[in-house]
Antibody
Framework: QVQLQESGPGLVKPSETLSLTCTVSGGSMNNYYWSWIRQPPGEGLEWIGY???????DYNPSLKSRVTISIDMSKNQFSLNLSSVTAADTAVYYC??????????WGQGTLVTVSS | DIQMTQSPSSLSASVGERITITCRAS??????LNWYQQKVGKAPKLLIHVASSLQSGVPSRFSGSGSGTDFTLTISSLQPEDFATYFCQQSYGSPYTFGQGTKLEIK
């Protein structure tokens, strides 16, 4: 059973960089797309971007200028960096596996608050 | 971006009832439509993929249909554990977008 677990700071200051890591266990990272999705409190879901196991990436244009997703296959991890954060970036951040046209496995989510 | 619009935004129903949630895409997405269930404080859970395929382990009371721009999620006989928020999501093209959610509450 594939499992994903997010980790990283729960509090980030405005204008700084939000950094999260997702650790994958119970399955191979090969030949899948590994995504980040966020959900502001009480709101809907926003796809941030993904990285393929080969290292190719695709980002949501609304965040593209501030987002970097990277992968470390040797550690079974992929990471999200979101720069120049504001209060609008406060959200629960999920990592997820994109199987064939679907997000089939999700982490439990981690709340990141942007505040000084 | 492809906009996904769900209706209704909220719904009250009783155990045993049959309910339907609708999702409309702003352009044709063929059958590339997924449905997720989210309970409070939990991650979304995949229910239906490519419009009508039941994800492994999901009860058969859940079903999906549609193609093009109009899709539906049906729960044939509501169980107490089904009261949650439901989201549709298009996987036709990037950026992958979600509906705003339908909150299903107990009447």
């Amino acid at each position: 059973q594939v499992q994903l677990q997010e980790s990283g700071p729960g509090l980030v200051k405005p204008s700084e960089t939000l950094s999260l890591t997702c650790t994958v266990s119970g399955g191979s990272m090969n030949n899948y797309y590994w995504s980040w999705i966020r959900q502001p409190p009480g709101e809907g879901l926003e796809w941030i971007g993904y990285i393929y196991s080969s290292g190719s990436t695709d980002y949501n244009p609304s965040l593209k200028s501030r987002v970097t997703i990277s992968i470390d296959m040797s550690k079974n991890q992929f990471s999200l960096n979101l720069s120049s954060v504001t209060a609008a970036d406060t959200a629960v951040y999920y990592c997820a596996r994109r199987g064939t046209y679907k997000f089939d496995y999700w982490g439990q989510g981690t709340l990141v608050t942007v505040s000084s | 971006d492809i906009q996904m619009t769900q209706s209704p935004s909220s719904l009250s129903a009783s155990v045993g009832e049959r309910i339907t949630i609708t999702c409309r895409a702003s352009q044709s997405i063929a059958g590339y439509l997924n449905w997720y269930q989210q309970k409070v404080g939990k991650a979304p859970k995949l229910l239906i993929h490519v419009a009508s395929s039941l994800q492994s382990g999901v009860p058969s009371r859940f079903s999906g249909s549609g193609s093009g721009t109009d899709f539906t999620l049906t729960i044939s006989s509501l169980q107490p554990e089904d009261f949650a928020t439901y989201f549709c999501q298009q996987s036709y093209g990037s950026p992958y977008t979600f509906g705003q959610g339908t909150k299903l509450e107990i009447k």
